[in-house]
C-alpha cells in the first residue's frame, strides 16, 4: 500500500533530527538506502563531509530514452517546540495528517519520492532512460561552503546530470476568477542584492551648517527607490499564467490590469513579475548620536527578471535615481534560471492534472525564491519544474506553516503526490 508505505516513511524521516545546520543528513540518506537497495534500486552515498552525505539512487533506463530526477532535500530549518503543540521531532499522525518539521518542506516529497521509485523497482519497471532519485543535503542554508546539489554538480556531475527533474516549488490549487489552476514552478527570479554608498563630510551634530550629512542626502536617494516602477514586460511564463486565467494574453502595460480583474490575488502574482523589483532593507550611517555621518551605506533587496542581467538593471536604476551623488555596488547574486515550458514533461504534467480535475489547467509561474533546481539548469541545461500536487491542504494554509510550528501535511496530499510522481516516470520513462 503505497500510502501507508508513504505515511511510514515520512514518520520515520521526521523522527531524524536534520535541522540545517548543522544538517546531519546522513541519517536521512542512510534510511533511504536501506529501504531503497534491497530492492534493486542502485543506491549511491555522496559526502563532502561524513555526517552530511547525499543519497542518489537509480534504476538503470534501457539507453533509449531521456532521464528523469525526482529531486529532493533531506535538511530542514530549525523549530521551536515551544511553539508547537506537537513535539516538532514525533512524526505524529493525528486527523488524517502528518505532523513534524519538514512536512511540507520537504521530507513529505522526499518520502513520496521514495515510495514512487520503491514501487516502480517492485513492479520490475524498466524505464528507456534513467530514473533518478536524489535526496540531497544543505538546501535551507543557502550560503557558505555547498554540501548539497550545488557541491553534486561540481564533484560528481554525472551522478547528477538529468535531462529532466521534478523538485518542490509549487504544486498549489489554487481558484482565480472561478478557475481551477495546479501550479507550476517553471522559472525563478534572480536575487541580486546592492548597494548604494552615499558619501557627505562628518561634522559636529550640534553644528549641522558645516558638516554634509550623508544620511540626509541618502534618504531622498531612499524615497526615490521607494517609488520604483518597472517598464512593465511580460515573460513567457507570465503570458502563460494570464493565458490561462484570462484566456488572453494583453499587451505588457495591460497585464497587470487584467490580472487584478480575475482577481486580487491573481494581480499579487503577477506584478513583481512584470519587472525587476526593489526594496531598500538596511542603512548604516553614523554610530554615534551627535556625529554627522560622512558616509551612509544603503542595503537593496533587489530581484531580477530571470534572464535578466545586472548591468542591465543597473542602467535602469541610474536612469531611475539620477547619475550622481552615490556610487552602486552589486554584492553577491544568486539564481535567475527558467525552463522552457514547450517540454514533453510539462505535456505529462498537463494530462496528470487533466485526468485528476477535469476542467482544471497546469498555470506556469515565474517564483521569487531560489531552489536546487537552479543548479540543474545551470550545470546541464536539465527542465527543471517545481510541481508537487496539493489539493487537500488549502495553499494558504501551507505556506503558513512551511519555516513554521505546527508544519504538516495531508496524508491524502501525500498520496496524490506517489500517484503524481508514478505518473509522471511512466510518461517520460515509457
Ligand atoms: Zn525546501
Known amino acids: 500500500m503505497p500510502r501507508e508505505e508513504a505515511v511510514g516513511l515520512l514518520q520515520e524521516l521526521i523522527r531524524l533530527d536534520t535541522v540545517n545546520p548543522p544538517g546531519n543528513e546522513t541519517r536521512a540518506a542512510e534510511l533511504l538506502r536501506d529501504y531503497l537497495e534491497p530492492l534493486g534500486v542502485e543506491?549511491?552515498?555522496?559526502?563532502?563531509?561524513?555526517?552530511?552525505?547525499?543519497?542518489?539512487?537509480?534504476?538503470?533506463?534501457?539507453?533509449?530514452?531521456?532521464?528523469?530526477?525526482?529531486?529532493?532535500h533531506t535538511d530542514t530549518v530549525l523549530a521551536d517546540p515551544a511553539e508547537w503543540q506537537v513535539d516538532p521531532w514525533s512524526g505524529e499522525l493525528r486527523?488524517?495528517?502528518?505532523?513534524g518539521r519538514g512536512a511540507l518542506d520537504m521530507k513529505g516529497q522526499v518520502a513520496a519520492n521514495a515510495v514512487a521509485i520503491a514501487s516502480l523497482a517492485r513492479e520490475g519497471f524498466e524505464p528507456a532512460g534513467d530514473l533518478i532519485f536524489a535526496a540531497t543535503a544543505d538546501e535551507e542554508l543557502g550560503e557558505g561552503i555547498s554540501y548539497g546539489l550545488e557541491w553534486l554538480c561540481e564533484a560528481h556531475p554525472d551522478a547528477v546530470r538529468c535531462d529532466y527533474a521534478v523538485n518542490e516549488g509549487a504544486g498549489d490549487r489554487v481558484e482565480l476568477g472561478g478557475r481551477i489552476l495546479y501550479l507550476c514552478a517553471s522559472a525563478e527570479k534572480r536575487s541580486s542584492p546592492f548597494e548604494l554608498h552615499v558619501q557627505g563630510r562628518s561634522g559636529h551634530a550640534s553644528m549641522p551648517g558645516i558638516a554634509d550629512n550623508a544620511l540626509v542626502k541618502a534618504a531622498a536617494l531612499i524615497?526615490?527607490?521607494g517609488e520604483f516602477t518597472p517598464e512593465p514586460r511580460l515573460l513567457p511564463e507570465t503570458e502563460g499564467f494570464l493565458a490561462a486565467i484570462a484566456d488572453r494574453v494583453p499587451p505588457p502595460a495591460e497585464a497587470l490590469a487584467v490580472a487584478q480583474d480575475v482577481d486580487p490575488v491573481a494581480g499579487e502574482m503577477v506584478?513583481?513579475?512584470?519587472?525587476?523589483?526593489?526594496?531598500?532593507?538596511?542603512?548604516?550611517a553614523s554610530e554615534k548620536r551627535n556625529v554627522i555621518p560622512g558616509r551612509c551605506d544603503v542595503t537593496v533587496d533587489c530581484r531580477l527578471l530571470p534572464g535578466q542581467s545586472e548591468e542591465e538593471a543597473e542602467r535602469v536604476l541610474r536612469d531611475w535615481l539620477g547619475a550622481d551623488g552615490y556610487e552602486l555596488e552589486w554584492r553577491d547574486g544568486q539564481g535567475g534560471t527558467r525552463s522552457e515550458l514547450d517540454t514533453p514533461l510539462?505535456?505529462?504534467?498537463?494530462?496528470?492534472?487533466?485526468?485528476?480535475?477535469?476542467?482544471?489547467r497546469l498555470a506556469p509561474i515565474c517564483v521569487a525564491g531560489f531552489t536546487d533546481s537552479h543548479w540543474l539548469r545551470e550545470a546541464f541545461g536539465t527542465v527543471a519544474y517545481g510541481f508537487f500536487p496539493m489539493r487537500t491542504m488549502s495553499p494558504e494554509l501551507a505556506a503558513r506553516l512551511i519555516h513554521s510550528a505546527d508544519e504538516r501535511i495531508a496524508v491524502e496530499d501525500l498520496e496524490l503526490g506517489v500517484d503524481f510522481l508514478r505518473f509522471v516516470a511512466a510518461a517520460i520513462g515509457s
Not at 95 to 99: L, Q, T, Y
Open 43 to 72: 543506491c549511491e552515498l555522496y559526502a563532502r563531509e561524513p555526517h552530511r552525505a547525499n543519497l542518489v539512487a537509480r534504476i538503470r533506463g534501457r539507453g533509449e530514452g531521456p532521464s528523469l530526477m525526482l529531486l529532493s
Open 95 to 99: 486527523d488524517g495528517e502528518v505532523w
Open 223 to 225: 524615497s526615490r527607490l
Open 271 to 284: 506584478e513583481p513579475l512584470l519587472g525587476l523589483t526593489v526594496s531598500p532593507t538596511m542603512v548604516a
Open 346 to 360: 510539462w505535456s505529462a504534467i498537463e494530462r496528470f492534472v487533466a485526468q485528476l480535475e477535469p476542467g482544471a
